[in-house]
């Protein structure tokens, strides 16, 4: 199943074609909604003040309420524009951000206005296409849960095991511990206040993988086929599977996962593999945490370059931005998740 | 550039194929062995005494001293193996390592011996090719460096420029701190004398890409096409760019690289990006980190499942192993940085 | 530069995304109509009499004129659709289209409306991003045309060089030589009245295009490359390169293109290759001929099955349909052949 | 599965590596030696005298006579070499050779002996490759064969039926009709002392393809897969599906093939459609024709160039071959046939 997600922050629309999806899926748009729902700005303080109704639109690929098999196009407006909040930025880059790396590859011809095609909203679409890749998965026993591990230094409760995540997503603040939660929404506020931003951690598991599924070789290694999907998602810049950096202080008697036989099934008793083992799945869950900078659009004054005049400037970000990007971010990390999934699968392939 | 890696620790040889390559390049064949001698196993007792010479040998794809831009076929026959030490783990796969995963894709037809197609050893041929890539790279004044930057949480000198990288590929231990170099292999030492193995980090860096290269999306997004070569490496279990997962604890301030003019160009003050903002080079180095999990062969007895009677066992590993991989790894993830940036680059596409 | 094509011939709309459009094109839309309407249906007796404006709207990758660099989003809404005339075929495919076959791939969850996704009409985003194909060819001095080489056995006068083609495309009816057009028009007109259809061939050349591109392997090779991209346009049953199928009959001795200098260039003297040899372009006009069954929808009475009962049925179809789609499809397969040329110059990879 | 074909005419040997061969398949080596039988040079007056073995060596993926899943490297030594033949062609390209384009292509690097990776020796490996997917293919009860439809304008016996071709492939001149066979060998034996080459075509079928296979999209659709594949063979200049370019000449009426149901299964009384439509296949054994130029390297006195003068110059090539490709270019076409087969039926994706 291949995704291909167009639009800018401030154009007429966004939106993605979906190939590959397999004929004869009842596909449900309220389930669609539900998960665009759970990223849609401006539905409290620790967000931005964008409001977006964000409904999608299925244009082709559907019919008589089933996938076709053809591909399946879908749309979302674009509503509430502040366009000239971005005029000052237009030839002055802002720190953290992709203007400066955008005006050089656009050769000068971005659209700047709301950050353009490399502005967050983007990850509506993905968010609607790996809602329909979930349904897909749900048919063969597979499930995408997340929660936030970590905003600016305060960890969530550890998962100690796949199955906690259901129900987390129906959480305004979606964590396991809810204590932990008040303090991070807390940080999230300061920073707010101080005009600035937190970075954080999603992490996220995939439940009902087969063994056997991937390959140790480059192109369907499964960390590395989930891995070009999340770094597909604006700000996330680590990901790691299993223990992760943590593998870096273990020694492998504490890091190998010891086998063992539970209802005739090979488990393994400990997960930190992550659920895979040489490139490929080995049965338990896949899970793996992705680590998310914070926004780069803070209202500090910064130091930037006017791209014209080659002069040194101070800049200061009009617009409206999520001072910590993590929450909305959940669901967008299961919507990479759900369409690495597939692929590992080759669903739609 | 595609490369096609293929073979068996225990088979008559493994090689790789690269596709693309642009006609015309003087082959240094010289440095293509340099760096298989940089990976060479039994040159100390930190590694296997496996023994093995790595010659390379070119099959196609040259002539006359230089690349056709015919497909570069290059071999390195197999010689030291002692195929007997794993009958034991035929049908008892080791924990942390890919045997089982391997044995149900393979449908238990897996080349066991040595751990068959999964083995380090199929690094050699990716050496190789990252060696012709880094020739390829020169050319644009692209340069790769790596050193270890932890075992065992240990950790080396921070890389507080990436022209410090410079010279330590020479040095038997790549470190930028020797003394930290020392105490890591001490860590290596006590770990093979308790049985046991260690991991840790190799961090990388690529100078002299231009600004401008990458994009934001799927597929072309610079993070992502890194992260898929070096998760096609063995025991890499999470890719970090610039401050990586130090992103969860900052502010945007601290966060955020502030812009400067430098003899006429833009820079950014500091390099927590990495060198890449939304998924596209900004002209400075790209840096990321690679965390290496402990090899999983130790020869402490552990817990594992004969696959054909379905029973729990007691296992212990015969065979000669790597106490840490860390240190041969560091030319592997430089050959996986360059063939990545050669795909960044468009080179051989 | 890679295109998804999505839609159904009676659903809201139907569209192209085009990936890796170089920024900085101030693309000319007007062009790109004027494209549209060379295939448009209902300007003649000799076509469809279904009446489409075929406007198309840019939804993204466009900002003050010029493309960003990100995907270009191109919609085209459905308007004069006659949905009830297709209920008949639902079940009762349509010998010679695609009815039987979409039917089972799609576990008879097809839009049947009109063809669906099979529609020739998916034929108009084609143009679209063959317009914006053409556009960056130009700049790089390279120019596509084509000619319809025969229908129903008339044959137009033979190409004798490239440039004859120019002008072609303003004519009503694409042909060489207007006796000869004629001569086809009132071929098709007697099919038409004979409740029947027509097939035909289209001759196209590319040039432009410099000695040394492509190569002999799977995938890079110019004559596959193109072929892909022609036998994804509906009714296109052959292709063939230089003299194509007359090889056959011939002699190494005619066959070869004997070489030559011109003006301190080497050309050869005939074309017989078509501009390609080894898969790697020669510096000549790339010249290929493709055949275009007969339209499959004709009023006649034809034998078909009723796919829920199994029974033989006979099947008369409604429905407006063209009685020889070769006219139509001349800037169809120029679309074709120019994103082909972009593939092969690699524009947007 | 995806296949990586290296190597040159007169290098040590040529090769191909085989990535996502399904673990488990018995692979029959003699049959695969069979297959190279088939193509290999120097068994009759109608082919080159060179002599070349053939042998092939499995480098890696099998274990124990069984497929593992990893990629399989197959080897092919090269022998019988005159590489002082080919001095003169160094700079002097001939006619209808890659010679020009490769030159230019490698920057004046080519490997120029023996044609070097352009060497129809090159389709040694292709017919390697082919031999495993035919084994793969027949476990799904999939069949492919082919036979000689033409040479110099005299046809074979019109193939009705796809089981015609059982039997063929065993022959010493694969036709149907062994008169039209003897006659086409006298047409070949005329060129040949005439100094010259003659060219022809291959027909060939794919039984038992399941219906609804493939897609109407680029990238998806069946004739797509098949003639990338196809086009990628030395020498193939058209390819035509079922009617072929005679579709040209027909009415719908005539062209459509009409539905039946025999044996409670649906088919068409016909197969002018090859078994494909709207890009998908219908269940009908899918049927194509490739057209193969004459041999360019013939012994007559041909206008060339000097490359480094840039002066026109006659050119005399010595060097063994082919004064007609086609026969041997029977298992070839069936090899990229079951290539194409393989990724319809997406075996090893």
Not at 313 to 332: M, N, T
Request: aromatic share 6%; glycine share 14%; charged share 20%.
């Amino acid at each position: 199943m291949k995704h291909t997600i167009f639009g800018e922050s401030h154009g007429e629309a966004i939106g993605v074609v979906l190939e590959g999806v397999p004929a004869g899926l009842a596909l449900d748009l309220e389930a669609v909604q539900r998960e665009l729902d759970r990223r849609r700005p401006g539905r409290s303080a620790l967000s931005t003040a964008r409001k977006e109704a964000d409904q999608v639109r299925v244009l082709s690929g559907m019919f008589e309420g089933k996938t076709t098999g053809a591909p399946l196009a879908m749309v979302i407006g674009n509503a509430d524009q502040h366009s000239s909040d971005y005029d000052s930025i237009r030839y002055t880059p802002r720190p953290g951000h992709g203007d400066y790396a955008g005006f050089l590859k656009s050769r000068g011809c971005q659209d700047y206005r709301g950050g353009g095609h490399f502005s967050g909203r983007l990850t509506a679409p993905l968010v609607a296409a790996g809602a329909v890749a979930k349904q897909l998965l749900a048919r063969q026993g597979v499930w995408v849960g997340a929660h936030i591990s970590s905003i600016y230094g305060i960890c969530d409760a550890a998962l100690e095991e796949a199955g906690q995540l259901r129900g987390v997503a129906e959480k305004d603040f979606p964590v396991l511990d809810d204590a932990a939660g008040r303090q991070m929404q807390q940080a999230i506020l300061e920073a707010k206040q101080a005009q600035d931003s937190v970075g954080g951690a999603v992490e996220c598991a995939v439940t009902g993988l087969s063994a056997g599924l991937g390959g140790p070789d480059f192109g369907c290694n499964v960390e590395g086929i989930f891995s070009q999907y999340l770094f597909a998602v604006p700000a996330v810049k680590s990901v790691a599977f299993g223990a992760g950096v943590a593998f870096s202080l273990m020694r492998g008697s504490q890091a190998n996962d010891p086998f063992a036989v539970e209802d005739g099934k090979v488990i393994t008793k400990t997960n930190h593999a992550g659920g895979i083992n040489g490139g490929i799945t080995n049965g338990m869950p896949v899970v793996f945490e992705a680590t998310l900078r914070p926004t780069p659009s803070i209202a500090l004054p910064q130091e930037s370059v006017d791209l014209r005049t080659g002069e040194e400037v101070e800049l200061k970000i009009k617009g409206r931005h999520d001072p910590c990007i993590v929450p909305r971010a959940v669901p967008v990390i299961e919507a990479a998740a759900a369409l690495a999934a597939c692929a590992v699968l080759g669903i739609g392939s």
